[in-house]
């Protein structure tokens, strides 16, 4: 591939140290400095604010807007006995089958499912053979992300990382790219086996947010797996909130093998809205 002055300015930089110049700002209260901010980010990005449920000079702080929550009904969501649904608004990155244990990326770039979600050998077979995609939020969109299936939380698992841009060029340059960059992996029991939902960090991404623990513990060093099936069940049900991103990413849902099927005609780059239908659950599902 070519020589890229954006990828190798994201070898070099510091990315953690820029996430938490990032953070520091969009967590500030100084109303000047963030009516300002929140502006010409929706000027720049043409986020469409007839839609959300505040106001935009009414949000706190940036992080607020940026993590602004929709008006009843905005996203109205697909029969979820039937389909499984967009867990979030953005474009998809690629989908497919995870063949030989592997997801494909970019065209010529692929990881592991193993390594995706932390080293769990054992749960990463579950999934072989299965379905995934890859879900790209752009600034512009809603940030928050939801359930695609109803389910239960079993186990987390934080995986320290770099912070790379997740957008299709970098996608394309950098090898194993959502397998290296900080990520938060959500396991859930469902009526369709186990489902992933990997919510991926990225260059500027400040913090990932979960509705059961709040802030995940950014930029750390120690893989840190959290068993929630020995407390409380936490059932959440399709549609449901799950958690949300403070600047940032990117999605990727796994399912076992034979229990869903892709709807036709979704590609890669398609936009998709949370709660749309993006597969039948199959009858052995």
């Not at 967009?86 to 997801?103: H, N, V, W």
């Not at 939801?146 to 389910?151: I, L």
């Not at 892709?262 to 949370?274: A, E, N, Q, Y």
Request: charged fraction near 20%; include cysteine.
């Amino acid at each position: 591939m070519a020589f890229s002055p954006f990828i190798w300015l994201q070898h070099i930089a510091p990315q953690h140290t820029l996430s938490r110049a990032a953070g520091m700002i969009a967590r500030g209260r100084n109303r000047a400095l963030k009516d300002q901010l929140i502006r010409r980010f929706i000027s720049a990005y043409d986020v469409d604010m007839a839609e959300a449920e505040t106001p935009a000079a009414d949000y706190p702080s940036f992080n607020d807007f940026f993590t602004r929550s929709l008006k009843p009904g905005a996203r109205p969501i697909a029969d979820s006995e039937t389909f499984v649904v967009s867990p979030a608004d953005g474009a998809i990155s690629q989908l497919g089958r995870i063949e030989g244990g592997r997801i494909v990326q970019a065209k010529g770039q692929s990881y592991t499912a193993e390594e995706l979600i932390g080293g769990d050998a054992d749960l990463a077979a579950r999934f072989e053979g299965g379905h995934f995609i890859t879900i790209y939020l752009s600034p512009s969109d809603y940030h928050r992300v939801h359930m695609p299936v109803a389910g239960t939380l079993r186990e987390t698992t934080y995986i320290p990382g770099a912070l790379f841009s997740v957008n299709t060029v970098t996608a394309a340059a950098v090898s194993r790219l959502f397998a290296r960059n900080e990520r938060l992996s959500c396991i859930f029991d469902t009526k369709q086996g186990a489902v992933a939902s990997v919510m991926v960090g990225a260059m500027i991404v400040a913090s990932i947010e979960t509705v059961w623990s709040g802030p995940v513990t950014p930029h750390g060093k120690q893989v840190i797996r959290t068993d929630y099936t020995g407390t409380q069940a936490l059932h959440l049900e399709a549609g449901a909130e799950m958690g949300r991103f403070l600047l940032g990413s990117t999605v990727v849902l796994l399912f076992e093998r034979g229990k869903i099927e892709w709807l036709d005609g979704l590609k890669p780059l398609d936009k998709v809205r949370m709660g749309q239908a993006l597969a039948r659950k199959t009858a052995s599902g």
